[in-house]
């Protein structure tokens, strides 16, 4: 074998090595009880939490408003994390509805990223047929941006749309590190994302060791479910797009790369930069701001 195999082999080895050291420190991290539980969990179906359709638009707003909590938390805590864009927005007389798909175990989006987008599709029909309304807004955070972008792109939801705020997306050029340092896995050699890229297989083996990742490891290149939104245009034909980010994300990074929409028409933000004085927020709480609220009120009154 010559040298420039033997440079080829050394290469391969060291990124298995690498790769496999990763996925056994996440089971490590995750630790045992909590890998047991997520298998339970991953074999339940996923259900929705969705607010009862009672309240109806009016001429000024015509168009129901669906809100889509991200994953940073449970169904029981969304009351809390959400009061503030909820009064906001029902504030300018606009019939608001919360929707939380993929839902297993109280997590949101845990489940299978197509199937919670076909749930969300399911509850705009419904939300339409009882309201009466031609078109909805959505205001989604986190990972409930990729299954509205799922509905809006892959499941033809775009003609039943008229504006999407995007709070923190994960779009494309995520580099997947903030997601690991959540399970306190400190800065690699390479990204999460360069490293499943290149060893694909490792997607399946890290979803049987932690199938609380599943929906996770959907979000990137790695994920056909990925390439089914994000190869070619994301945004669609007919739906005003804005996305505000933080420069202070330390989950979906690099902050504003990961997130921010770069196709013709799309505003994206950063929060400092348009609140160069504001409190500082972060991937979590930048959905409950006073002064996202405002502006995300502002966006659907373009």
């Known amino acids: ?93 606009a019939c608001v509805l919360v929707f939380q798909g993929g839902v297993v175990d109280g997590q949101r989006w845990a489940g299978d990223m197509a199937e919670s987008a076909g749930q969300l599709a399911r509850y705009v029909d419904e939300v339409k047929a009882r309201t009466h309304a031609a078109k909805v807004d959505i205001v989604a955070h986190s990972a409930g941006t990729f299954a509205a972008n799922y509905y809006l792109k892959v499941l033809r939801g775009a003609p039943n749309v008229h504006d999407v705020v995007l709070l923190a997306p994960e779009s494309r050029g995520c580099d997947g590190a903030g997601f690991l340092a959540q399970y306190g896995i400190p800065k690699l050699p390479v990204t999460p994302v360069q490293m499943l890229t290149a060893m694909p297989w490792l997607v399946p083996v890290l979803s049987q060791l932690m199938p609380n990742m599943r929906s996770a490891l959907e979000l990137t290149p790695a994920s056909e479910v990925y390439h089914r939104v994000m190869d070619g245009r994301l945004t669609q034909p007919g739906v005003r797009y804005a996305v505000m980010a933080t420069r202070r994300d330390a989950v979906a990074t690099p902050p504003g790369t990961c997130s921010f929409i770069d196709e013709p028409g799309v505003t994206n933000v950063f929060y400092e930069n348009v609140f160069p004085d504001g409190p500082a927020v972060d991937h979590s709480t930048l959905r409950s701001s006073p002064l996202t609220a405002q502006w995300v009120v502002d966006q659907l009154r373009r």
């Open 1 to 93: 074998m010559n040298s420039a195999s033997n440079g080829w082999v050394d290469v391969t080895l060291k990124w298995i090595r690498f790769g496999v050291g990763v996925a056994v420190a996440v089971a490590v991290v995750a630790g045992a009880p909590a890998a047991a539980a997520a298998t339970s969990s991953s074999e339940a179906e996923s259900t929705v939490v969705a607010a009862p359709i009672d309240c109806a638009p009016d001429a000024a707003r015509p168009n129901p408003v669906i809100v889509l909590p991200g994953a940073d938390g449970t169904t029981s805590q969304t009351s809390a994390q959400w009061s503030t864009m909820l009064t906001a927005l029902r504030r300018t007389g």
